[in-house]
T-cell receptor
């Protein structure tokens, strides 16, 4: 399965933007980049996905590098409710989760 | 729309006992998944159904785990007999079309084997 590399943890201040990085140097041309997040005591929640172009939705933005070997999930204004584990996944027909990045948001 | 329903929310059993978890996916979602999440790790896919057929069960420990999805709607995951290392959260997810719409997960069943 295609691998992604994410930092174990990150911190952010409330109401500031957050950039969560993900490296996927072995990505193939047909792999979609998916992001999920998991709040405490809940199942994972779909955030956003993309293939080549940057994507925006009501939750976040996804910036994909031109060579597609890395991507960044952008939360435009972090709130305390955004504290969660964020997973970057290369979707190849099934969702294989790694360790993710634990985001802490400080008031 | 209603989400993915799972029950029970919590379960404590002794080792070597049996246990079953139930999942009702979002109406109309043909694909259903069961994941196991051990504390501190990401979810691990156990089995994937498309309607009532198994698409992928390569990670399911078939000597003790079984799953079924009769009539292509709700699903049951069973463990028999349970071991201590089965203590985990069991997550069910469903999808209308994973590539376009992603997966919707339930809140999971937390199993403790003592």
């Amino acid at each position: 399965d295609a691998k992604t590399t994410q930092p174990n943890s990150m911190e952010s201040n409330e109401e500031e933007p957050v950039h969560l990085p993900c490296n996927h140097s072995t990505i193939s041309g047909t792999d979609y980049i998916h992001w999920y997040r998991q709040l405490p005591s809940q199942g994972p929640e779909y955030v956003i996905h993309g293939l080549t172009s940057n994507v925006n939705n009501r939750m976040a933005s996804l910036a994909i590098a031109e060579d597609r070997k890395s991507s960044t999930l952008i939360l435009h204004r972090a709130t305390l409710r955004d504290a969660a584990v964020y997973y970057c996944i290369l979707y190849t027909g099934k969702l294989i989760f790694g360790q993710g990045t634990t985001l802490q948001v400080k008031p | 729309e209603a989400g993915v329903a799972q029950s029970p929310r919590y379960k404590i059993i002794e080792k070597r006992q049996s246990v079953a978890f139930w999942c009702n996916p979002i109406s109309g979602h043909a694909t259903l998944y069961w994941y196991q999440q051990i504390l501190g790790q990401g979810p691990k896919l156990l089995i994937q159904f498309q309607n009532n057929g198994v698409v992928d069960d390569s990670q399911l420990p078939k000597d003790r785990f079984s799953a079924e999805r009769l009539k292509g709607v709700d699903s049951t995951l069973k463990i028999q007999p349970a071991k201590l290392e089965d203590s985990a959260v069991y997550l069910c997810a469903s999808s209308l079309g994973a590539l376009l719409y992603g997966y919707t997960f339930g809140s999971g069943t937390r199993l403790t084997v003592v």
